[in-house]
């Protein structure tokens, strides 16, 4: 067989390309940041979600790329490559999915439900990995969905206290993103993956993601 059209060939450059976009999308976050602080003063910034004003509404999509300052993105950067990838075990388009999912729904949803105020960042992405991870391992009750999110627990439990309410931070845009993710995970359980065998017992004026 042709080094072409081998399996395991095709298997590797798809899983490259994958890797590749993900870490183009962080990297385009940085150059984003790079470009606003040092060439715009900080003006992107204004650009994000506000919440039922028809000025904020281009926000949800433009939100995941801003950041308040380098603290900031780089608390999001590292669990969007790791959570992403975790999600990204189960295939390209079901990365997609759910990435587009908690983009614009957990945007959406901000914007309709959110606090005032100016809201930025990727964490609202970032939870929505959350969310479908463990709505996967919820809904699925198997071996290959509960690995995944058990590895995102035992690394980022402390990413749940982003759910309740608190000051200066966009918890209604981390809580959006990650109902938004359980959602889409609960649309996507396919039934040739529920086997007796593999099923497991039951027990400022910025607010940033």
Known sequence: MLPDTDPEVAGRRALLRQIGFVVGLVVL???VEFVDTFALGDRLQGNGIVPRTSSGLDGI????????DWRH????SAPFL???????????????????????LGGALTWIFAGTGNHIGASGVVFGY???????????????????????????????IGLVPQQGISW??????????????????????R????????????WME
């Not at 993105?73 to 999001?76: E, G, L, R």
């Not at 290959?144 to 590895?151: C, D, E, I, L």
């Open 172 to 193: 209604e845009g981390h809580l959006a993103g990650f109902l938004s993710g359980i959602a889409i995970s609960r649309t996507m359980v396919r039934p040739r993956e």
């Open 82 to 104: 790791f959570l992403s990838a975790l999600v990204a075990i189960r295939g390209f388009g079901y990365w997609l999915r759910v990435t587009v999912v908690a983009w614009l």
């Open 61 to 68: 999509l433009w939100a995941p790329f801003l950041h308040a």
């Open 73 to 76: 993105i780089f608390s999001n």
């Open 29 to 31: 976050m940085w150059v």
């Open 130 to 160: 959350l969310g479908a991870l463990l709505g996967a391992a919820i809904f699925e009750r198997s071996v290959r969905a509960a690995a995944p999110a058990a590895v995102a627990l035992f690394l980022y439990y402390a990413m749940l």
């Open 195 to 206: 086997r007796v065998d593999d099923e497991l017992p039951i027990a400022g004026d910025y």
